[in-house]
């Protein structure tokens, strides 16, 4: 009997299969390579201008001197993280975020900082942000409302969240001074009335003194203080009349 099997050919030596491969690795690697020598030599990848947003003209270039990233430095060369840390420095700053756009762009979007209000310390004026922080010096100052009495971070604390509970219930340019004491806050409205607030419930007090200065409106009769920090009678309020009352 034939032996069918033995009039099939056998296979090809596996070696003549495996030349193929071996000459696209090479060529994968030899592409790399001219690649990464054109990054290197060429400016394809090279940053040609920082694009500093989130602030205005002249303050977006004393970001980029803080960034101290030269023109022509390699996009993948930058170190992310030490420039966030170089950032960090910059005053009025609450948030940076850094983006590589290729080819050639570094992206620093900046979110400056709020001013809440002004407060005197040490005989300058400050600016406080939503903290009560102080972030800056700045004259520029006369539409903010003015901390007074803050000698501890605590204080301004205390007179920013004052603030804040203000411009919740009423427009905030409607207010115009803050002073801190040892029994709390007291604000001052820019139709001269003083609010008395106490430490604590600021909003609920300031609510509450809103609707008796609005029902002596609506009577003819005008005020020049609310005491609204009694504790051991939250919903009292003591009015006392102006001048002209």
């Known amino acids: 009997m034939n032996n069918l099997g033995s009039d099939i050919p056998s296979s090809p030596p596996a070696s003549g299969f ?88 570094l992206i620093i979007e900046l979110l400056p900082d709020e001013a809440r209000a002004a407060a005197l310390l040490n005989g300058r004026r400050v600016l406080l942000n939503r903290k009560g922080q102080a972030f800056s010096m700045d004259e520029k100052t006369q539409d903010l409302p003015i901390v007074i009495g803050g000698e501890t971070a605590g204080d301004l604390r205390l007179a920013v969240s004052a603030v804040n509970a203000f411009a919740a219930v009423r427009e905030p340019d409607e207010l115009a001074m803050v002073r801190v004491g040892p029994l709390g806050v007291s604000l001052w409205d820019r139709t001269g009335v003083e609010h008395r607030l106490g430490k604590r419930r600021l909003r609920e ?41």
Do not use: S
């Open 205 to 245: 007090r300031l609510e509450r003194g809103t609707r008796v200065l609005e029902e002596a409106r609506r009577r003819g009769v005008k005020l020049d203080r609310l005491l609204l920090d009694d504790e051991g009678h939250p919903n009292r309020v003591v009015a006392r009349l102006g001048r002209g009352g």
């Open 18 to 105: 495996r030349v193929a491969p071996f000459l696209l690795a090479a060529l994968c690697l030899a592409l790399v390579g001219w690649t990464a020598q054109l990054a290197a030599e060429g400016d394809l990848f090279r940053i040609q201008e920082l694009d500093v947003r989130g602030l205005p003209p002249d303050q977006a270039e004393i970001a980029k001197v803080y960034a101290g990233i030269p023109k022509g430095t390699p996009l993948y060369a930058v170190d992310v993280e030490a420039l966030r840390r170089r950032l960090q420095y910059l005053p009025g700053i609450t948030q940076i975020e850094i983006k590589r756009e290729l080819p050639n762009r």
